[in-house]
Structure formats: structure tokens, C-alpha cells
């Protein structure tokens, strides 16, 4: 008969120094155990005669089994091994989700990166850290920048070597690199070079990777990366114009965001550098800047980005309910701008840019209708005239942001905001 209550499963953090360095209570409750869970390298950690618990490794593939799993053993005393602190990227915050934090006791051990940040000296807090456990490389690139450290989770043995090559492709050939492997275990080895330098064999697959970054080319954490920074066939929001609309935007950590004709894929990515919880989705026609959105989002460090090729609004159908949505082309299309304020999320927000009579039309309707603001953006940029300097401005471009009512307004009311022209001269 089963119990209305279950057991509280433990989780315990283990370190490459094993049973020696568990506390007191981590050993209680794992000889107590009846079922211990774990990967085989944790498994292989506790001695023979530790605990008289079946021991069992997780089945693959982990998250679909996890519920059924802890249903069938609900009665038993079950103890989970984890490496270090199992709420730092770690299974201990997965089986808060599946279970609830009711379910579940957490003894930790200390980090991977802890571990490495007291043998380096470094001040932790300072320091950036990037998981590539399950992430590419190029997720790196987000927290590149002159003088930064770095500390990256490694996937396995094979990682410092792509790192070191990704580090000199983004122009950091001379950041030092030390690989910490088996920290804190009895086959605990450092290993140091510079990246471009590097030619280390592949060693132990438990290792962290810390970079100091050195010199190298610097990009601005504001929306607004320079036009450089982006390839593009000409399709790209100007970063004047880019960063206001950014700021219309407003990403929060862990919204959503779609971008609606994403063209080269500077909102998307820029939305998804502002905050490491961000996501977004750039919908794109064209095949080509499809694959112009992909080479730009790894370079700039967000490989994350989904990129859904199609034409709006059918390409929007299946996608998850956004928090926001920008549209940059494709307003005056049927049905685009009624579908993408049909999915925005209650309370959501919605920003449009156009540059064309026709677009600024539907704007002017749609504002009309649902108030919000319209602004329009003049862009100047100093360029040679002869021997001097002069003012070469670019099509002006009409913003709408909206946070769209429970039901449409008439067009016979006053809109919410008036109006703004704003003329941005660098």
C-alpha cells in the first residue's frame, strides 16, 4: 500500500574527492538509502561497502523517464548523486521542476566553479560563467570583452581546444586560458597557455576552463552594436534606430520575443544579449538572410536564437506565445499585423518600424484604432562634402508601440499619446 505522503528524496552534491569529502549527514543519508540515483561517474564515487542501496544509473534519455521513475520507487528512501552543488546547472533544480521543492532535501558541494575561483584567487562575483555542457561554443561570445574572466563549464575533454580556437577567430588570440581538471580530486591538474598558443592534448573530460580575456575588440552591453558588427545584404535596422527601438522594446529576463521580418537579425539578437534568460524567435522569408540571421547570432555570442524560415502570418502558426513582438518588414502583408496582435500575450507588447508611405499607413491606422505611441526617427550622419563635412540623413523611420486594450478603440477617440517626431543627429 502506498503512502499519501512519499519519502523526501535527497540530493547530494559530490565532488572528484568522493566519500572523504561528503559531510556527515550527506554519508547518514546515503546509507540510509534503499535506491541511489545518479550518473555512473557520481555512482563510481561511493565505495563498495558505503551503502547497501541498489545503485542505479539514469536512464536515457533522463527528462521524459524522470516522472514515471519517481512514481514506480515513490515508497522507497531514494538519495540522488550530483555533481558539486546540484543547483548550480545541475540535476537538483531539474527534479525541482518535476517533483517540486517540497519533495526534496539538498545537501550541495561546492561548485566546479567555486572550486576553480579559490584555487585561482579569483573574486567569484566579478567573474562571468558560461555552461557548455549542453551549449556551443559560441555561446562564449556574449560575455567576450577586453579584460573580462571568464569561467566556462566544459562538455567534455575536447572543450579547452574549441575554446582557445573560438577565442582567437572572435580576436582574442593572446587571453590566457587554465584548465582545472578534477578539481579537488587526488588526479586534480592545471594546465595554462594562451589561446592562440594552445596545443594541449585532450585530457580529463571534469575540467573547467578559466579565460582571462586580455585585450581583444570590444562590443558595448547597451542595444546599438555598431553596423560593422553584423553581416547583412543591406537589410538592417541602423543602430541609432536600433537602439531606440530596443529601448521600446524593453526586454526583461526570461521574456519572449518574436521578430517579425527579421532581415539581418539585429533586434533578435540584440534582445537576447541585453539578458542570458532572454529568448527570441526571428521569422524570416528569404532564405539567404535566414542564413545571414545564424552566422550573426553566433558571432555576437546568441546562438540560441530560433530562426523559423517562412513567410508571415503562416509562419507563425505552432510558435510559442510571445511577451513581445517586433515587427521590422512585412506590416503592409495580409493578415500580419491582425495575426501578431491576435497571439501577443495579455498585456504584451508590440512594436512596429516602417519606412515607406504604404507601412507608415497601416501604422497610422493601427494607432488610430489602439492608441499607443508614434514616433517618427530622423537620422543624421556627418559624411565628406568635397573638402568638408555635411549632414547625410537616412529614410526616416515611423515607430508604433503599443500594449494593445481588451478591445479595439474607435477611431473617433483621442489617441492615447500624441504623436512625437524625434531627429537624432550623431
Same mark, same amino acid.
Given at each position: 500500500?502506498?503512502?499519501?505522503?512519499?519519502?523526501?528524496?535527497?540530493?547530494?552534491?559530490?565532488?572528484?574527492?568522493?566519500?572523504?569529502?561528503?559531510?556527515?549527514?550527506?554519508?547518514?543519508?546515503?546509507?540510509?538509502?534503499?535506491?541511489?540515483?545518479?550518473?555512473?561517474?557520481?555512482?563510481?564515487?561511493?565505495?563498495?561497502?558505503?551503502?547497501?542501496?541498489?545503485?542505479?544509473?539514469?536512464?536515457?534519455?533522463?527528462?521524459?523517464?524522470?516522472?514515471?521513475?519517481?512514481?514506480?520507487?515513490?515508497?522507497?528512501?531514494?538519495?540522488?548523486?550530483?555533481?558539486?552543488?546540484?543547483?548550480?546547472?545541475?540535476?537538483?533544480?531539474?527534479?525541482?521542476?518535476?517533483?517540486?521543492?517540497?519533495?526534496?532535501?539538498?545537501?550541495?558541494?561546492?561548485?566546479?566553479?567555486?572550486?576553480?575561483?579559490?584555487?585561482?584567487?579569483?573574486?567569484?562575483?566579478?567573474?562571468?560563467?558560461?555552461?557548455?555542457?549542453?551549449?556551443?561554443?559560441?555561446?562564449?561570445?556574449?560575455?567576450?570583452?577586453?579584460?573580462?574572466?571568464?569561467?566556462?563549464?566544459?562538455?567534455?575533454?575536447?572543450?579547452?581546444?574549441?575554446?582557445?580556437?573560438?577565442?582567437?577567430?572572435?580576436?582574442?588570440?593572446?587571453?590566457?586560458?587554465?584548465?582545472?581538471?578534477?578539481?579537488?580530486?587526488?588526479?586534480?591538474?592545471?594546465?595554462?597557455?594562451?589561446?592562440?598558443?594552445?596545443?594541449?592534448?585532450?585530457?580529463?573530460?571534469?575540467?573547467?576552463?578559466?579565460?582571462?580575456?586580455?585585450?581583444?575588440?570590444?562590443?558595448?552591453?547597451?542595444?546599438?552594436?555598431?553596423?560593422?558588427?553584423?553581416?547583412?545584404?543591406?537589410?538592417?535596422?541602423?543602430?541609432?534606430?536600433?537602439?531606440?527601438?530596443?529601448?521600446?522594446?524593453?526586454?526583461?529576463?526570461?521574456?519572449?520575443?518574436?521578430?517579425?521580418?527579421?532581415?539581418?537579425?539585429?533586434?533578435?539578437?540584440?534582445?537576447?544579449?541585453?539578458?542570458?534568460?532572454?529568448?527570441?524567435?526571428?521569422?524570416?522569408?528569404?532564405?539567404?538572410?535566414?542564413?545571414?540571421?545564424?552566422?550573426?547570432?553566433?558571432?555576437?555570442?546568441?546562438?540560441?536564437?530560433?530562426?523559423?524560415?517562412?513567410?508571415?502570418?503562416?509562419?507563425?502558426?505552432?510558435?510559442?506565445?510571445?511577451?513581445?513582438?517586433?515587427?521590422?518588414?512585412?506590416?503592409?502583408?495580409?493578415?500580419?499585423?491582425?495575426?501578431?496582435?491576435?497571439?501577443?500575450?495579455?498585456?504584451?507588447?508590440?512594436?512596429?518600424?516602417?519606412?515607406?508611405?504604404?507601412?507608415?499607413?497601416?501604422?497610422?491606422?493601427?494607432?488610430?484604432?489602439?492608441?499607443?505611441?508614434?514616433?517618427?526617427?530622423?537620422?543624421?550622419?556627418?559624411?565628406?562634402?568635397?573638402?568638408?563635412?555635411?549632414?547625410?540623413?537616412?529614410?526616416?523611420?515611423?515607430?508604433? &508601440? *503599443? $500594449? +494593445? =486594450? /481588451? %478591445? #479595439? @478603440?474607435? !477611431? &473617433? *477617440? $483621442? +489617441? =492615447? /499619446? %500624441? #504623436? @512625437?517626431? !524625434? &531627429? *537624432? $543627429? +550623431?
Amino acid at each position: 500500500m502506498r503512502s499519501e505522503t512519499p519519502p523526501v528524496v535527497t540530493v547530494v552534491g559530490i565532488g572528484a574527492g568522493g566519500w572523504q569529502d561528503l559531510s556527515g549527514t550527506a554519508r547518514t543519508r546515503l546509507a540510509d538509502a534503499e535506491l541511489i540515483l545518479g550518473g555512473p561517474r557520481q555512482l563510481a564515487l561511493l565505495p563498495p561497502d558505503a551503502t547497501s542501496a541498489a545503485r542505479r544509473p539514469w536512464p536515457t534519455p533522463l527528462l521524459p523517464a524522470l516522472p514515471c521513475l519517481f512514481e514506480a520507487e515513490r515508497d522507497r528512501r531514494i538519495c540522488v548523486l550530483a555533481s558539486g552543488d546540484p543547483m548550480f546547472h545541475g540535476i537538483g533544480a531539474t527534479l525541482a521542476r518535476v517533483l517540486g521543492p517540497d519533495r526534496l532535501r539538498v545537501l550541495p558541494h561546492p561548485s566546479s566553479v567555486s572550486l576553480a575561483a579559490a584555487r585561482l584567487g579569483w573574486d567569484l562575483a566579478r567573474a562571468d560563467v558560461v555552461s557548455l555542457v549542453t551549449a556551443p561554443v559560441a555561446s562564449l561570445g556574449r560575455a567576450l570583452n577586453p579584460g573580462r574572466r571568464i569561467l566556462v563549464l566544459a562538455a567534455g575533454a575536447d572543450t579547452p581546444a574549441a575554446v582557445a580556437g573560438y577565442l582567437t577567430t572572435r580576436g582574442f588570440p593572446k587571453a590566457r586560458l587554465t584548465v582545472l581538471e578534477q578539481l579537488g580530486g587526488p588526479d586534480e591538474r592545471v594546465l595554462t597557455g594562451s589561446a592562440g598558443d594552445w596545443a594541449m592534448p585532450s585530457g580529463d573530460p571534469l575540467n573547467v576552463i578559466a579565460v582571462e580575456c586580455g585585450d581583444g575588440p570590444a562590443l558595448p552591453v547597451v542595444p546599438g552594436l555598431p553596423d560593422g558588427a553584423y553581416e547583412s545584404d543591406g537589410q538592417l535596422t541602423k543602430r541609432e534606430v536600433r537602439a531606440v527601438t530596443l529601448a521600446a522594446l524593453a526586454p526583461a529576463p526570461g521574456e519572449l520575443l518574436w521578430d517579425v521580418g527579421a532581415g539581418s537579425g539585429s533586434i533578435g539578437i540584440e534582445w537576447l544579449r541585453s539578458h542570458p534568460a532572454c529568448r527570441a524567435v526571428a521569422i524570416e522569408s528569404d532564405a539567404g538572410r535566414v542564413a545571414t540571421i545564424t552566422a550573426n547570432a553566433a558571432a555576437l555570442g546568441v546562438p540560441g536564437l530560433r530562426v523559423v524560415h517562412g513567410p508571415a502570418p503562416e509562419a507563425l502558426d505552432g510558435l510559442p506565445v510571445p511577451d513581445t513582438i517586433f515587427i521590422g518588414g512585412g506590416v503592409t502583408r495580409d493578415g500580419v499585423l491582425a495575426k501578431c496582435l491576435e497571439m501577443l500575450r495579455p498585456g504584451g507588447r508590440l512594436v512596429a518600424n516602417a519606412v515607406t508611405v504604404e507601412s507608415e499607413a497601416v501604422l497610422a491606422g493601427a494607432y488610430a484604432r489602439l492608441g499607443g505611441e508614434l514616433t517618427r526617427l530622423t537620422v543624421q550622419r556627418g559624411s565628406p562634402v568635397g573638402g568638408f563635412t555635411g549632414w547625410r540623413s537616412f529614410m526616416p523611420v515611423t515607430i508604433w &508601440t *503599443v $500594449t +494593445p =486594450m /481588451t %478591445a #479595439p @478603440r474607435q !477611431t &473617433t *477617440v $483621442t +489617441p =492615447m /499619446t %500624441a #504623436p @512625437r517626431e !524625434t &531627429t *537624432v $543627429t +550623431p
